[in-house]
């Protein structure tokens, strides 16, 4: 198990980016598996600092997001696309056709989670897939229950996650999508790395299930333990009670 506990939340996001970096220097075509949430925010500031001071390129990378909601079209400034789009795309040199979000509008929603693998396939495979953890202990939309081995798939969101992530959607909880794309916990899985990073003490219960629970399909998080490469960063407070 690597575990790293940093001082301070700063410490957390810029070792996060530095591994990132690291994956983008040492891969020809990196391929980055990406995730979003308020814990991702202070480390695309980062990566963008680092594109623009010059040391960070990401003209040969493809990105993978882990989800997105259903009903959302991508410039919708609630989805997840375009949280990317401010956060991280629009400020590094990284090409359009590279970046893959699922499409929270597709027609045939199942259609779109079958061609979502085959892109992710096609790709060579996600080398670094960055992750954070919901106070379900999903990692992307993976609710409980969500069998180790599932794939890109329809999700009903759980009503705890609802009300997590309504401060986007005015705080009410009613206005989050009820449903959502997401890679599943096999697709995350097939990555080569795992990255998972959490910080404050709000996280600190679910990590340690995370990390010290049994392994169950009710806290999807736990399944990265099965993973030969993966990383957990985490401030003192985020690892408070493991
Ligand atoms: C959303 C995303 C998850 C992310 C979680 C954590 O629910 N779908 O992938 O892990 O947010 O969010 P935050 O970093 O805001 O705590």
Known sequence: MNVIVT?????????????????????????????????????????????????????????????????LSPTDPNSYRHYMQEHLFAHVNISAKEIHV??????????????????????????????????????????????????????????????????MFGNDPACVPERALTMGVGTILDARKLLLVAVGVGKAAIINEALNGPMSENVSATAIRLHPAYTVILDEAAASIW
């Open 102 to 167: 699922p499409n929270g509008t597709a027609p045939d929603l199942d259609a779109e989670c079958a061609q979502y693998e085959a892109a992710i396939r096609a790709s060579g495979g996600i080398g670094l897939q960055l992750l954070g953890i919901g106070e379900t202990g999903h990692i992307g939309f993976n609710e409980p229950p969500s069998a180790f081995d599932t794939r890109t798939r329809v999700v009903q969101l759980d009503e705890v996650t609802r009300r997590q992530n309504s401060g």
């Open 7 to 71: 001082e301070s939340p700063e410490q957390a996001f810029s070792q996060a980016a530095g591994m990132i970096a690291c994956e983008i220097h040492s891969n020809a075509t990196p391929v980055l598996g990406l995730a979003t949430g308020r814990t991702m925010e202070s480390i695309y500031q980062i990566l963008v600092q680092k594109h623009e001071s010059g040391t960070l390129d990401f003209s040969k990378a493809t990105s993978f997001n882990l989800d997105e909601y259903i009903g």
